[in-house]
Each structure stands twice: as C-alpha cells, then as structure tokens.
C-alpha cells in the first residue's frame, strides 16, 4: 500500500495551494479518505474527510476555505487550500480508513508534504 501525497510549498497568506494523494495497492473506492495535519509540539488534527461514499466533514478552522474531493477513476484526493493563513502552516498527511461493522478495518497513512504559509 501507497499513498504518495504531493503539492505541498511555500505561499503568501491569502494565496491557494491544492494537495493531491495517490493511493495504489488499495481498493480506493471503498475507503474513507482524509487530510490530517501537525505542527511541531501540536497533536495531529483531523483537517478534512470525504467518505467513499462523498459526504465530507471539515474542521472548523478550515471551512469555507478548504474543498477535499476525491476521483476514484484516478484513486487520488485532493485538498484544495484557499485563503491560506500562517497558522495553516503544517505537515499535511493522506490517509485512508475502511471501517466495518467491527471497527476499523485498514488504516493506511502517507508521507506527508509540507505547507508553509508565510504572513
């Protein structure tokens, strides 16, 4: 299993950035998929989750601003990042859960990409 996330930089406060996250040796379709984040010190913080079934759920810190969308075809999420402020700032990681009537069944993390936000 792999995911391979990409797109992270640096940008001014204000500016987009899109995060992307490519899974191979899972079956996508049928995993909920989500963007986390951690700052040095911070725990890490649930920033986006889209369902396999496309609900999707933000923090509150980041609705309005963030999208996260999904393209099975592809078996890639995205996270698209608008008006990105300083505290934005963070090692952004994919993720990919499936659960069951048992509970968690597969929990698979990425690499992370880092995301600078400068004031």
């Known amino acids: 299993v792999q995911l391979q996330a990409s797109g992270g930089g640096l940008v001014q406060a204000g500016g987009s950035l899109r995060l992307s996250c490519a899974a191979s040796?899972?079956?996508?379709?049928?995993?909920?998929m989500s963007w986390y984040r951690q700052t040095p010190g911070k725990q890490l913080e649930l920033v986006a989750r889209?369902?396999?079934?496309?609900?999707?759920n933000y923090a509150d810190s980041v609705k309005g601003r963030f999208t996260i969308s999904r393209d099975n075809a592809k078996n890639t999420v995205y996270l698209q990042m608008n008006s990105l402020k300083p505290e934005d700032t963070a090692v952004y990681y994919c993720?990919?859960?499936?659960?069951?009537?048992?509970?968690?069944?597969?929990?698979?993390w990425g690499q992370g990409t880092l995301v600078t936000v400068s004031s």
């Open positions: 993720n990919a859960q499936r659960r069951s009537m048992s509970g968690i069944t597969d929990n698979y």
């Open positions: 040796g899972i079956s996508f379709n049928i995993h909920d």
């Open positions: 889209i369902t396999s079934s496309g609900r999707t």
